[in-house]
């Protein structure tokens, strides 16, 4: 009990003194997430709203494909990308392995699964709603699918705040491209792994904690979006409709 108590009260002190080495770390983590989530919203959102509206042959084959991927484990995905840039991989000439880029790439495609199905589930929902007239209006698939994505923005903000909690709690696929590097691919997830195993408890405590923060804060900016949400929805169906003179 006095070694936890011992460990959390350092572990505080780290963060209070803002060490160096600590804060090195935090920062790379979240440069890293919100890099590839960058990289798979901005793939995500287009593949998604596009997969909400249009209607093909073999649709089906494809959400089937892309919900199995959100359950591929994170290991597996390292794995792949593991794979792709070693150097008898084909992307092996990129000498990427063991890098911020191969990291990003793995988390990116960690994420992706994630923002299209999401983003595809929304605006399905909303192409329910509103596709009909849109469709009357001679709107092609493309431009619903945008329109409707706009629509539903406010939405698509939880999914994106979402897929960053979901890349920044990562540390399979990172610690397998990655290589857990001191000073260069070191992030929260991998270092605290690291730590643990060294005994080094204050400093794998310190991570934890700013990851939990990080972590929750996420979560409570998600719960804002979506009462700010509701509440201009509400304001919106509550305002009467003016009726020109």
Same mark, same amino acid.
């Given at each position: 009990?006095?070694? +936890? ?14 060490? *160096? ?23 995500? +959102? ?26 591929? *484990? ?15 991989? *084909? ?110 408890? *204050? ?12 972590? +929750? ?29």
């Amino acid at each position: 009990m006095s070694s +936890l108590t011992e460990s959390a009260s350092t572990a505080l002190k780290l963060i209070a003194e803002s060490d *160096p080495a600590l804060w090195a770390i935090v920062g790379r983590s979240l440069a890293v997430s919100g890099t590839a989530c960058l990289v798979a919203c901005g793939l995500g +959102l287009v593949l998604g709203a596009w997969l909400g509206v249009a209607r093909f042959a073999g649709r089906g084959v494809v959400l089937a494909l892309l919900n199995t991927s959100l359950a591929v *484990p994170s290991v597996v995905v390292g794995l792949l990308v593991y794979l792709l840039l070693s150097r008898s991989g *084909p992307l092996g000439a990129l000498g990427w392995l063991f890098s911020f880029k191969a990291m990003v790439l793995a988390q990116a495609l960690l994420v992706l699964p994630v923002v299209t199905a999401l983003t595809r589930q929304a605006v399905e929902d909303a192409e329910r709603a509103h596709g009909e007239q849109l469709r009357s209006m001679g709107a092609s698939p493309l431009l619903r699918s945008l329109l409707l994505a706009w629509d539903e923005r406010y939405a698509l903000l939880t999914v994106l705040i979402a897929s960053f909690g979901r890349a920044i709690s990562e540390v399979g696929a990172v610690m397998i491209v990655g290589g857990n590097i001191d000073g260069f691919t070191r992030v929260m997830t991998t270092a605290i792994a690291l730590e643990t195993s060294k005994g080094d408890l *204050p400093l794998a405590l310190a991570l934890g904690i700013i990851l939990l923060t990080v972590v +929750l804060a996420l979560n409570v900016l998600i719960a804002l979006v979506r009462r700010w949400r509701e509440r201009v929805d509400g304001a919106a169906s509550s305002t009467p409709v003016g009726v020109a003179a």
